[in-house]
């Protein structure tokens, strides 16, 4: 027991749900970041329990991962459907009563696994590694994103525009920026050239939402960093820059490849490499303390994926947070943390020490030190 009468736990019981209960997109994403997750990551600390949730509502859970998914094709088994599916309220009972896990992990990417499910977890009192649902309300929200860090972080001009509103984007000037206020993937974002192509891109951005943005576009670098926060400090992790030309941006080919109309292959490799202290220092600071100060605006808990376009006098212009973690080799948290000398395994113990004091949970004894 610990000083205060609570029995100390030696290891934890870890749920990780994963899928999508609204997108098929969200899904085949959400699985294929799964599919290389470290099953063994804590060498026996952990004990993980995997819930799967289908685009119909359905549940089905496994201690085996690898009952659910095809590893070598990171898909669901869909020949191998487990008998048992439960419905929400099963499912919730069946976490609260019968599994009684320490913390969970939401890998969730749509707009209700990012909020309403995450909720659903902090009422059954159970702490949400990467933070809950407040905070992803706001930073899965690019309008919101925008409008709570635009008073600390220099930001693209713009202007919101919702469903039936007229557009003029002469005042910005041509390119420009036309992007959904929801949605990942770059799926809602269209670089506009000429004013003959702005209809159809905000078509496409009314798609995923019915409010978007028209931004100008900044031409240059881009380039995405986060933070990690390890109980009360916060700490930059690395730069990395995407090859690009300077007049283009990232586009949703660029991160997946798409075979009638889903992801089939994640993630598409386009070529990046980490800015170097030794040469560029003093971006780096500004682009680390830009990030710093979005987490602290944006109220995260645990961490924050940030990503910038450099202009050619070398400024810093913040575009959007990714609010995701799958926690795997993948995840591009784990990558910048790893450049930075920290272990998949340090990221992870780390995030579920933050979600556990942060509930008021025991820390087990392998978090104590």
């Known amino acids: 027991m610990d000083g205060k009468g609570k029995t100390v736990p030696s290891s934890s019981t870890i749920l990780y749900v994963f899928g999508s209960p609204t997108s098929k997109w969200d ?18 600390k952990y004990c993980f ?6 685009p119909n509502g359905s549940w089905a859970f496994e201690k085996d991962l690898s009952k ?17 599916t439960l419905d929400l309220t099963s499912a919730l009972s069946h976490i609260k009563y019968s599994l009684q896990p320490d913390a969970v992990i939401v890998y969730l990417l749509c707009d209700k696994g990012m909020t309403m499910y995450r909720a659903l977890f902090e009422a059954l009192d159970i702490p949400v590694v ?19 860090v635009s008073p600390d972080v220099r930001c693209p001009q713009g ?3 919702k469903r039936g509103d007229k557009v003029d984007a002469n005042e910005l000037g ?15 974002v269209r670089l506009v050239k000429t004013p003959a192509l702005l209809n159809d891109a905000i078509e496409n951005a009314l798609k995923y939402s019915d409010t978007f943005l028209v931004e100008r576009f900044i031409q240059g670098r881009e ?19 995407y090859r690009l030309d300077s007049d283009s941006i990232r586009h949703t080919g660029m991160k997946c490849t798409i075979k009638d109309g889903l992801p089939t292959e994640m993630p598409v490799v386009t070529g990046s490499w980490y800015l170097d202290p030794t040469k560029e220092y003093e971006l780096i600071n500004r682009l680390q303390d830009a990030s710093l100060k979005a987490f602290r605006a944006l109220g995260l808990e645990d961490y924050g994926l940030f990503d910038f376009r450099v202009d ?10 990714n609010a995701v973690c799958s926690f795997s080799p993948y995840s591009m948290l784990n990558r910048l943390a790893k450049h930075a000398g920290l272990t998949d395994e340090e990221v992870f113990e780390t995030m579920l020490k933050s979600a556990l004091l942060r509930a008021g949970k025991p820390l087990p004894v392998h978090l104590q030190n």
């Open 27 to 44: 899904f085949e994403v959400s699985v294929r970041y799964v599919g290389a997750f470290n099953t063994d990551l804590g060498n026996g």
């Open 49 to 54: 329990v995997y819930a799967l949730i289908r």
């Open 68 to 84: 659910l998914l095809d590893a070598e094709k990171d898909a669901v088994k869909k020949d191998e459907i487990p008998a048992k």
């Open 130 to 148: 990467g933070g809950g649902a407040e905070s992803y309300y706001t930073s899965c929200d690019k309008v919101k994103t925008k409008k709570c």
């Open 159 to 161: 202007n919101v525009y």
């Open 174 to 188: 041509y390119p420009c920026i036309v992007k959904s206020s929801r949605g990942d993937d770059s799926r809602g």
């Open 223 to 241: 380039i995405r960093l986060g933070v990690i926060k390890n109980t009360e400090e916060v700490k930059p992790l690395p730069c990395l820059e």
């Open 312 to 321: 050619e006098n070398g400024i810093p212009w913040f575009l959007e947070n």
